[in-house]
């Protein structure tokens, strides 16, 4: 059976990775089952980062290889945190430590000013070295306070206004069908073929 990795040692984004690609004729694994691989996010933008994360692991598994950069883009602070997200407050920040910091920096910020944007740019890569790039976004705003339990990340402040619900707020099966990352993985599904 095929082997595809799964770039990361997020065990919450795994988890999400998985539910999303669903029942596959393929093994999926994560970074955890390769301790040794360290990969350094030296890119500018996702679609930089998600590739370099994506050409590393494969190199070093010989696997074929899918990684995501994601982030968190408020327009107000001209796209902050952006390719900074998960270090927001500092390399080892929390994620309460990351909403701490963007809520302190939109504080007196109405919220229909709040507006904020989840990016996913996805690689793939393949031993051969054929790479493929998608992208999801997901529109809301940056709640006023931390709502819900659901989820991780920026998720308890991310507002769907539509539903008037954080990410938090919402089942783990309703978010992996609307997220930025479950767009960008369902465009790139049409390369997964090449597992089968």
Do not use: W
């Amino acid at each position: 059976m095929n082997t595809l990795v799964i770039a990361t040692k997020n065990h919450g984004k795994f988890l999400e990775f998985k539910e999303m690609l669903g029942p596959a004729s393929f093994s999926i694994v994560s970074l955890i089952d390769f301790h040794h691989i360290e990969i350094q996010e030296t890119g500018s933008t996702f679609d930089e980062n998600a590739l370099i994360k994506a050409t590393t692991v494969c190199r070093e598994t010989g696997l074929p290889t899918l990684a995501d950069d994601s982030g968190l883009e408020v327009h107000i602070l001209n796209g902050e945190p952006g390719v900074l997200t998960a270090r927001y407050a500092g390399e080892h920040a929390t994620d309460e430590d990351n909403i701490n910091k963007l809520l302190e920096r939109l504080e007196g910020v109405p919220l229909d000013k709040r507006r904020a944007q989840f990016v996913c740019s996805l690689a793939l890569v393949f031993p051969d070295g054929q790479a493929f790039f998608e992208r999801g976004i997901l529109e809301g705003l940056i709640a006023l306070s931390p709502r819900g339990t659901e989820g991780f990340g920026y998720d308890p402040i991310f507002l769907l206004p539509e539903q008037n619900k954080t990410l938090a707020e919402i089942s783990i099966g309703e978010k992996n069908r609307i997220s930025h990352r479950a767009r960008a993985l369902e465009k790139i599904k049409k390369h997964l073929f090449r597992l089968i």
